[in-house]
């Protein structure tokens, strides 16, 4: 990482919510998703970025909400770089708690923002709170107090209702997509996509861009990230997750993996398991 870049990142292992701190001048990072939900706030200088195939712009005091699978990327326009805190909450977390506090709505996919950035200093503050709790290890109940207001707070932030835009997705698109996930670790062309699609390559890339926002290699190579993220986790090396996601090799992994994430594999699996690679 160069000079002007740093990262600081803790997982708390009973909820295995991560807590990220970081700090980029110029390219930040590549576009990718997350199995997670993201909330964080920009500490300092401006960040800009690209999510919802729009162009936000980051300010200290201003929150950031990106539901699970929303695509986004990162950098600084300006030369004295930003600094950020970014909580990644697990799909499977948020469902468990949102039933004890009967918080309806906000339930992995199924939430949607009504905003990506949202100028709430008490919506911050909660933020922020959780955040210090996790990336400090303050113990369980401060943890557990913190994130509770949290999603109190995010509950304000919804849409009326879940969106239900996937229902008006062209059903081909849906068809290479589900066939991109069921052969995530194939070599699979563009042939093949295209004979599922039923028509030609090219009408078939204008066709996935225009639904997913982005090309069927690139959507591959985020379906194989978010996979690799939770064997990492799990404990898997990063040697046999790269041969288990599809990557070609284990440097191969480390090269998309350090664009998206700023870190590297190794790095990742000692955070969730502390356990040296």
């Known amino acids: 990482m160069k000079p002007d870049h740093?990262?600081?990142?803790?997982?708390?292992?009973?909820?295995?919510?991560?807590?990220?701190?970081?700090?980029?001048?110029?390219?930040?990072?590549?576009p990718h998703d997350h199995d997670d939900m993201l909330v964080g706030y920009t500490e300092q200088g401006v960040q800009r970025f690209q999510c919802h195939r729009s162009l936000h712009t980051s300010v200290p005091g201003r929150a950031i909400l990106i539901e699970p699978g929303a695509l986004h990327d990162g950098h600084a326009p300006e030369a004295g770089g930003f600094t950020y805190a970014m909580l990644y909450l697990p799909q499977g977390w948020v469902e468990r708690a949102v039933r004890e506090l009967n918080l309806p709505g906000l339930r992995g996919v199924e939430a949607a923002f009504r905003h990506t950035l949202v100028d709430d200093r008490r919506l911050v503050d909660a933020i922020r709170a959780a955040f210090l709790a996790i990336h400090h290890d303050e113990g369980r109940l401060a943890r557990d107090q913190t994130l509770d207001h949290l999603l109190m707070r995010l509950t304000g932030q919804l849409h009326d209702a879940p969106a239900k835009h996937q229902l008006a997705m062209p059903p081909a698109a849906l068809r290479v997509r589900d066939l991109l996930h069921e052969q995530m670790d194939g070599n699979i062309g563009l042939d093949e996509?295209?004979?599922?699609?039923?028509?030609?390559?090219?009408?078939?890339?204008?066709?996935?861009?225009?639904?997913?926002?982005?090309?069927?290699?690139?959507?591959?190579?985020?379906?194989?990230?978010?996979?690799?993220?939770?064997?990492?986790?799990?404990g898997q090396r990063p040697a046999q997750v790269a041969a288990i996601v599809g990557f070609s090799d284990q440097s191969h992994l480390g090269r998309w993996f350090h664009r998206a994430y700023r870190m590297t594999p190794a790095a990742y699996r000692q955070m969730c398991t502390n356990v040296p690679d």
């Open 6 to 30: 740093w990262l600081v990142a803790r997982r708390d292992p009973e909820t295995g919510i991560e807590g990220l701190r970081a700090h980029f001048s110029g390219h930040a990072y590549d």
């Open 193 to 234: 996509l295209a004979a599922v699609a039923g028509m030609d390559r090219f009408r078939l890339t204008r066709l996935f861009k225009r639904t997913f926002g982005t090309s069927p290699h690139a959507y591959l190579v985020h379906v194989r990230l978010r996979a690799a993220r939770r064997l990492l986790a799990a």
